[in-house]
């Protein structure tokens, strides 16, 4: 779809321009321009305007070459995996409905926070593999037990670098 007929499009479904628009449901957090082979090769749906208001796809086409327009969308799950702190409001819904996405942005808050956990202990571990190396080298693998120990023993967390 060329842009000129997006805009079309998105003026027809909602000529004041106050609505939200999202791509499956998610909001739109960049719109970029970019080498249509950017990010893989751009793909193109070829329509027949004969069968237009309904399903006109017929085909389609791997494009490498000229410029695209990327509407890149970025989920509530993507905002927490980068954030698990973020505030997430839920004042649309009601009892149940409430938990069930709450309850469901926590696991992800949570797992989030376990590979953070991972990746910094991972760090320290290395870090003192590398200080017992110094000292005995053929024996610095066998510090990951302790260092994992020191890491929770000295209260160490991704937050305190």
């Not at 009892?95 to 926070?113: E, I, M």
């Amino acid at each position: 779809m060329k842009t000129k007929d997006l805009i079309q499009e998105l003026q027809e479904a909602d000529p004041s321009g106050e609505l939200e628009v999202c791509v499956d449901n998610i909001d739109i957090f960049t719109v970029t321009a970019e080498p249509a082979y950017w990010d893989g090769r751009l793909q193109l749906l070829i329509r027949d305007p004969a069968k237009k208001p309904y399903y006109d796809i017929v085909g389609g086409r791997y494009v490498s070459s000229g410029h695209k327009v990327v509407i890149s969308p970025l989920s509530i799950t993507d905002v927490l995996w980068d954030n698990p702190d973020a505030e997430i409001d839920y004042g649309d819904f009601s009892g149940a409905t409430a938990d069930c996405y709450r309850k469901s942005d926590d696991v992800t808050r949570q797992a989030a926070r376990d590979v953070e956990l991972r990746v910094d202990m991972g760090a320290f571990h290395e870090w003192v593999k590398k200080q017992a190396d110094r000292i005995r080298p053929d024996n610095s693998d066998a510090c990951q037990g302790a260092s994992e120990y020191a890491y929770k023993k000295l209260g160490l967390s991704p937050k305190t670098q």
